[in-house]
């Protein structure tokens, strides 16, 4: 393979590993999210149990999407790093939050609430972090001198970078809502449907917001995005995007089973194409090529040889493990979710 060749492979494999991340992570984020609003303990027992056997399965790609950009693209990796120091590590203990809490709630008796809502500001915190960086990266906001960072560690904090942040969160809610009318039933199910619709409003501003904004944060997206033939060829991505909300919208209430959580996966997938469309081909938008981010030669021939091996193994258990897990979830004991464990022995999930 040709070093433009490796490159472009690289760049696949990230855009890949970041796509899936924010699609499967980010519907369990989302539902975590919604964890304060659900009107009782037994739709939040629902929820959880709806989330059990996968969660902690779909952060594989965020360890992924990291490997990739330290190994394919490690110029990139030492700049970004330090730039984002502050928000990865707040993305990490949310993570780490809603981790824990996940386990504990279930085992808990006075402190259940503290559990409960520990859970849902891990979600928020996660998610508003990732999309601050987004925010933050499309912008353009990254000083670097002789390729290194050359800035402070809040110089992520802005407008743009915030409302990127909730924006994405309210995304990540809708695809929570849409995985539970999917996966669950009665109740619960009258509650993902009525919460999602505020949340889809907050999702298209977000979205008009994001589109408004990146053509103007660099000439060269401006260019890209309103040079002529460009339009007529690039069109398809923000129609998609509005085909795809309108869908979801008519869904919420119009469909059953996994409608609503395909058509809101497909504004994430018409929308990450766009900011791809938007940045390529650099690795950090006005700052660094992908050209002159990668790494020697032999490293890149080593790696890439891992990911064939590896990504087929995740996609595989990963499929597998939904496949496992799929129909309608029912509790076993009322008020009482299972823990991972009890799941993965047989208890706490009936596919129906």
Partial sequence: MTPDGYTLFFAIMAALGIGLYVILDGFDLGVGILFPFAPRSADRDMMITSLAPIWDGNETWLVLGGMVL?????????????????????MLFGLVLRGVAFEFRSQSGASRLAWSAAFAGGSLLAAICQGAVLGSLISS?????????????????????????VGLAAGYAVLGAGWLIWRTEGATQTFAREIARPALLVTAAALLLVGAWTPF???????????????????????????????TWRNLWHAQHWRPFASAV???IFALAGIGVSVWPDAIPGVLPLADAVSAPRTQRIVAWLLVGI???????????????????????????????????GGGISAA
Avoid: H
């Fill in 70 to 90: 330290l190994a394919g693209f490690p110029v990139a990796f030492s700049i970004l790093l330090p730039a984002f120091y502050v928000p990865l590590a707040l």
């Fill in 141 to 165: 906001r990254i000083a670097v001198v002789d390729g290194r960072f050359a800035g402070g560690p809040f110089d992520w904090v802005g407008l743009f970078p915030m409302a990127v942040g």
């Fill in 217 to 247: 944060a660099l000439s060269s997206i401006w260019t890209r995005w309103f040079s002529w033939p460009n339009p007529l060829f690039l069109a398809p991505l923000p129609l998609g995007s509005v085909i795809a909300w309108a869908l």
């Fill in 266 to 268: 497909c504004i994430f």
């Fill in 311 to 345: 990504v087929p193994v995740i996609l595989g258990y990963v499929g597998y493990a939904y496949w496992v897990f799929r129909g309608k979830v029912q509790l076993e004991g009322e008020g009482k979710a299972p823990t991972q464990g009890e799941v993965q022995k």
